[in-house]
């Protein structure tokens, strides 16, 4: 049994939208915190946004304003609502639980991660 599963991904026009949605196990939902990343080919896996468990929300500067993470606690599901978007979004997302604080913007304060889906974002 996965832990988070991922969906929501697809080939979307530049300036169109995407929602991603990320279903955890409720062992998972409740952890410390959760958050987005992406990886684009070739590239380091970079941090997106970040949501702690009382719903304070953090975004990196590049998707600010155009990208808006939530949850739905009844379905133990966090969401990433995409708006705008370019093709320099085009990437597998990925969301990933942290169970202690830290650094909410590094890949390997994570605990948990989901298997991905795929964004692409054509021009």
């Known amino acids: 049994q996965d832990d988070l599963v991922e969906s929501g991904g697809g080939l979307v026009q530049a300036g169109g939208s995407l929602r991603l949605s990320c279903v955890a196990s409720?062992?998972?939902?409740?952890?410390?915190?959760m958050g987005w990343f992406r990886q684009a080919p070739g590239k380091e896996r970079e941090f997106v946004a970040h949501?702690?468990?009382?719903?304070?929300?953090f975004y990196a500067d590049d998707v600010k304003g155009r990208f808006t993470m939530s949850r739905d606690n009844a379905k133990n599901t966090v969401y990433l609502q995409m708006e705008r978007l370019k093709p320099e979004d085009t990437a597998v997302y990925y969301c990933?639980?942290?169970?202690?604080?830290?650094?909410?913007?590094?890949?390997?304060?994570?605990?948990?991660w989901g298997q991905g889906t795929q964004v692409t974002v054509s021009s």
């Open positions: 990933a639980a942290r169970y202690y604080s830290g650094i909410y913007s590094r890949p390997d304060e994570y605990d948990s």
């Open positions: 409720e062992r998972i939902y409740s952890s410390f915190g």
């Open positions: 949501s702690y468990i009382r719903g304070s929300t």
